[in-house]
T-cell receptor, first 114, second 115 residues
Framework: DQQVKQNSPSLSVQEGRISILNCDYT??????FLWYKKYPAEGPTFLIS?????DKNEDGRFTVFLNKSAKHLSLHIVPSQPGDSAVYFC?????????????FGPGTSLSVIP | GAVVSQHPSWVICKSGTSVKIECRSL??????MFWYRQFPKQSLMLMAT?????????EQGVEKDKFLINHASLTLSTLTVTSAHPEDSSFYIC???????????FGQGTRLTVV
């Protein structure tokens, strides 16, 4: 059973526009969420995170929104740049419990078109 | 961000041999390390979680006798693929997390090809 879901396998966005990547989770014990960016044949790079006590976290062009009641989070990238083209993974962890794991979603491949 | 170094970045081995992959945290002490496997066009699948000085916790379906994990120090974890077979060919990635911090930082990954 997939605990972290990213239902859009791919997304294409025009340069300069906003990219919105979505993520849903099923385990209510998750209390910390992360977004990673990954290029082929490389390890994921940490982008931004959010704790369940917040509903928004912003870092430069990246903003993550969390809706706990809906078990949904999203990553907004604005403005999108061609260098943002990569696979984006949503990940979740349950820090307040002994569930000391980072579980990844299947990823969304973002293409930013110049 | 913190640096995690994974070595080697790629390896080709013969079927039946063993391969060791190292994961080092270079500028922090990693109390917890994770090992993932990624098949082409698929997500990162968690194989096991290891805490320094204790046995690794393997995910369901992962053979602990085949994928030996050692986390002997706060900066080094190793994954040994024993008696490798072609179906073990994959991209293996480690990550490390420092106690008190919550981001997990990743190594560059190791492309294993078993022939």
């Amino acid at each position: 059973d997939q605990q972290v879901k990213q239902n859009s396998p791919s997304l294409s966005v025009q340069e300069g526009r906003i990219s919105i990547l979505n993520c849903d989770y099923t385990n209510s014990m998750f209390d910390y969420f992360l977004w990673y960016k990954k290029y082929p044949a490389e390890g994921p790079t940490f982008l931004i995170s959010i704790s369940s006590i917040k509903d928004k976290n912003e870092d430069g062009r990246f903003t993550v929104f969390l809706n706990k009641s809906a078990k949904h989070l999203s990553l907004h990238i604005v403005p999108s740049q061609p260098g943002d083209s990569a696979v984006y993974f949503c990940a979740a962890s349950a820090l307040r419990t002994s569930y000391d794991k980072v579980i990844f979603g299947p990823g969304t491949s973002l293409s930013v078109i110049p | 961000g913190a640096v995690v170094s994974q070595h080697p970045s790629w390896v080709i081995c013969k079927s039946g041999t063993s391969v060791k992959i190292e994961c080092r945290s270079l500028d922090f002490q990693a109390t917890t390390m994770f090992w993932y496997r990624q098949f082409p066009k698929q997500s990162l699948m968690l194989m096991a979680t290891s805490n320094e000085g204790s046995k690794a916790t393997y995910e369901q379906g992962v053979e602990k006798d085949k994928f030996l994990i050692n986390h002997a120090s706060l900066t080094l974890s190793t994954l040994t693929v024993t008696s490798a077979h072609p179906e073990d060919s994959s991209f293996y990635i480690c990550s490390a997390r420092e106690g008190g911090y919550t981001e997990a930082f990743f190594g560059q990954g190791t492309r294993l090809t078993v022939v």
